[in-house]
């Protein structure tokens, strides 16, 4: 008796698009990094749509964040790794800086700042931070 293949359709390791942008470090380059990852997450709803509508959203954020970061707070040029894993995406954002991020206070009344970090946290169901010699890589992975 001969088996039909059903729709589901198991993602091929050659399906799954990742991306890789290298970036000066310029202000500019944040509305970059942020244009590549919605090119990636285009090319990645078109294998796999999202599990939910925000994880899109979510995803776009935290890239902004990690980018503007990097321009805000490492000199010199940054670059942007993102992938496809079994249940998300994973992003690494590799800058100049060898300091580990650390949470500030929010102040609004400074004009605001202090945010991001937290947000990355909140929205990323795993943060971690991997110095070395030349800067530092931050790996993040969200739902999709």
């Not at 589901?8 to 470090?25: M, Y």
């Not at 100049?96 to 605001?112: D, E, I, K, Y």
């Amino acid at each position: 008796m001969a088996i039909e293949p059903r729709g589901d359709r198991t993602l091929a390791a050659e399906e799954i698009p990742n991306r890789t942008a290298s970036f000066a470090g310029a202000l500019h380059n944040v509305t970059g990094a942020r244009l590549v990852a919605e090119e990636f997450l285009d090319e990645l709803s078109r294998v796999s749509p999202p599990s939910a509508p925000e994880h899109w959203d979510d995803i776009l954020l935290v890239v902004t964040e990690l980018a503007a970061n990097a321009v805000q707070y490492a000199p010199g040029p940054f670059e942007l790794r993102m992938r496809r894993t079994f249940d998300g995406v994973h992003v690494v954002l590799h800058d100049t800086n060898t300091t580990p991020p650390a949470p500030r206070p929010f102040h609004p009344s400074r004009g605001g700042g202090g945010i991001g970090w937290h947000l990355i946290h909140t929205l990323c169901d795993q943060v971690s931070v991997v110095p070395g010699a030349r800067g530092k890589d931050i790996h993040v992975f969200l739902p999709w």
